[in-house]
Nanobody, 115 residues
């Protein structure tokens, strides 16, 4: 079955950096686009970044220039490199894919940006 497992979250000071990982299994990873979302406490889940098969990433406006999505198809892993982090980036970060018309989510990893 499709499984997505995020890791790499934690506590970081404003201006710091983190790299999140999402390890995938149960499907042919290289065939599918991957996305990162986030959900802050009391807010709706929002799209952070998308990386399709063509390799061109797309980002939400507030993340452009600070976040970088990438993938390693040999490792079945998608990454989210986050830099210049702000307190408003505090959220649970999820990876998602869509296989056979069904959305699959990981369990999420908490990112807290605070001094």
């Amino acid at each position: 079955q499709v499984q997505l497992v995020e890791s790499g979250g934690g506590l970081v000071q404003p201006g710091g950096s983190l790299r999140l990982s999402c390890s995938a299994s149960g499907f042919t990873f290289s065939y599918y686009a991957m996305r990162w979302y986030r959900q802050a406490l009391g807010k709706e889940r929002e799209l952070v970044a998308t990386l399709g098969l063509a390799g061109t990433p797309n980002y939400a406006d507030s993340m452009k220039g600070r976040f970088t999505i990438s993938r390693d198809d040999a490792r079945n892993t998608v990454y989210l490199r986050m830099s210049s982090l702000k307190p408003e980036d505090t959220a649970v970060y999820y990876c998602k894919t869509r296989v056979a018309s069904r959305d699959y989510w990981g369990q999420g990893t908490q990112v807290t940006v605070s001094s």
